[in-house]
């Protein structure tokens, strides 16, 4: 998990960085919608804290639980989109719309085991970055 950067003692944020908890944050809701549906679907998975074990196995059964739920989800959602809806993705800051990464990249460079705990996040930020082409 990565965090979203803070304005500490007062002091505002940099123009990178709040792009860069603009780009965090959008993810972030979606998936907690996402699990706000699904717990709202099957309450089982609001005490699913309760129900994992120090057991490994218990952990394995869990998530295998979850992955029931999603599938039932995706198979009761019902089909309203009319045949005729023709859908196109203008959104090209996607990552499924850019080129694959090279090995050069900001964001694949490696984090030496003496870094400060920040470097993962500024790495990213620099990456976001540079897609954007800031």
């Known amino acids: 998990m990565v965090a979203a950067f803070h304005n500490f003692d007062g002091h505002p944020l940099g123009n990178d960085e709040n792009v860069f908890n603009a780009a965090l944050a959008s993810p972030r809701v979606l998936l907690e919608h996402t699990i706000g549906i699904l717990k709202g679907r099957f309450p089982w998975l609001q005490s699913i804290k309760n129900k994992i074990t120090d057991d490994v196995n218990s952990r394995r059964r869990v998530i295998s639980m979850i992955g029931v739920c999603i599938i039932l989800h995706n198979f009761l959602i019902e089909e309203t989109t009319p045949d005729d809806f023709m859908f196109e993705d203008d959104d090209k800051s996607t990552l499924t719309s850019q080129e694959p990464l090279a090995p050069d990249d ?22 976001i970055l540079e897609l954007r082409g800031n």
């Open 106 to 127: 900001k964001v694949n460079q490696p984090v030496p085991d003496w870094a400060t705990g920040d470097t993962c996040r500024t790495q990213l930020k620099n990456y």
